[in-house]
């Protein structure tokens, strides 16, 4: 079993920024890949961010520029950098984190972008 646990949602104005980190532990051994979904109320969980073990990054088009997500080769940690956030911030962010055979989410964490 792996633990996924997102840390660093908040509050910030528009325009603001907001780093999340995610931590897995547990038999870690496997993982491939580490990403962000976000998801609003009623809607599906959207990819915003991905960092495979192999150092491939992909994002969204609605965040490039704005969003950088950095990890491990070992799949032990991700960090999400979150500049100009818009009032559309979707406020429920997820850490995803799959092995081969099976995937893994946190509890998600939130975020309010208000003034």
């Known amino acids: 079993q792996v633990q996924v646990k997102e840390s660093g949602g908040g509050s910030v104005q528009p325009g603001g920024s907001l780093r999340l980190s995610c931590e897995t532990s547990?038999?870690?051994?496997?993982?491939?890949?580490m990403s962000w979904y976000r998801q609003a109320p009623g809607k599906q969980r959207d990819l915003v961010a991905s960092?495979?073990?192999?150092?491939?990054?992909d994002y969204s088009e609605s965040v490039k520029g704005r969003f950088t997500i950095l990890s491990d080769k070992n799949m032990w940690w991700a960090t999400l950098q979150m500049n100009n956030l818009g009032p559309d911030a979707t406020p429920f962010y997820y850490c995803?984190?799959?092995?081969?055979?099976?995937?893994?989410w946190g509890q998600g964490t939130q975020v309010t972008v208000s003034s």
């Open positions: 995803h984190a799959p092995s081969w055979s099976s995937e893994y």
């Open positions: 960092y495979s073990a192999t150092g491939e990054i």
């Open positions: 547990g038999n870690t051994f496997g993982l491939h890949k």
